[in-house]
């Protein structure tokens, strides 16, 4: 069966600082992935997405950057975080390429930037 | 570009009693329609989906939601609520963009259930 891990589960950080975010997908082979930000009040937004290694989609220009080094892992970054980039941080996973197909979350990361 | 609405930020349901969620979606073309739950500090789990025929979908957990083209819903219901019930729900859409549909889904912004005992 198909696992998705995130680490870390909680990351505190100052302003400034860099950050490295990971997720890796276990049991499939070349999934999609998706990195979003849930902010309070906000809902869930899409940040990155990855149909292939080395192929990322951004959907929302910001602090942040993604990359794909291998078929299974998806990395989130930041060379400096800022205040607002605190909050809930999720991977998912599908595979296939139709709207309908279903998306797989991970645990999230906790990320607070103070 | 799509949208999604989840009217009731909050909802406070008595145990036993019956449930609704209203989600409302803006799209062109034929949506894909998905309800997802989070409890606390938690990813989120599928309850169900659609994506063509019957427009009445069950779910897990006694969950189903009916879409509706006309008035551009896919409500979530549950006839008898449950204390495990209480949780985050969200709504969203999936389309057929130009990652050929692997290109994310659009989400509410969620309806926070509390269950009152």
């Known amino acids: 069966s198909q696992t998705i891990h995130q680490w870390p589960a909680t990351l505190v950080q100052p302003v400034g600082s860099p950050l490295s975010l990971e997720c890796t997908v276990e049991?499939?082979?070349?999934?999609?992935l998706y990195w979003y930000r849930q902010a309070a009040g906000r809902g869930l937004q899409l940040l990155f997405y990855s149909v292939g290694i080395g192929q990322i989609s951004s959907e929302v220009p910001q602090n942040l950057s993604a990359s794909r080094p291998q078929d299974r892992q998806f990395i989130l970054s930041s060379k400096k975080l800022l205040l607002s980039d605190s909050g809930f941080y999720l991977c998912a996973w599908s595979v296939g390429r139709r709207g309908s197909d279903t998306q797989y979350f991970g645990p999230g990361t906790r990320l607070t930037v103070l | 570009a799509q949208s999604v609405t989840q009217p009731d930020i909050h909802i406070t349901v008595s145990e036993g009693a019956s449930l609704e969620l209203r989600c409302n979606y803006s799209y062109g073309a034929t949506p894909y329609l998905f309800w997802y739950v989070q409890s606390p500090g938690q990813g989120l789990q599928l309850l169900l989906k659609y994506f063509s025929g019957d427009t009445l979908v069950q779910g897990i957990k006694g969950f189903e939601a009916e879409f509706k083209r006309s008035q551009s819903s896919f409500n979530l219901r549950k006839p008898s609520v449950h204390w495990s019930d209480a949780a985050e729900y969200f709504c969203a859409v999936g389309t057929l963009g130009q990652g050929g549909g692997a290109d994310g889904l659009t989400f509410g912004k969620g309806t926070h259930l509390i269950i009152q005992p």
């Open positions: 049991g499939t082979s070349n999934p999609n």
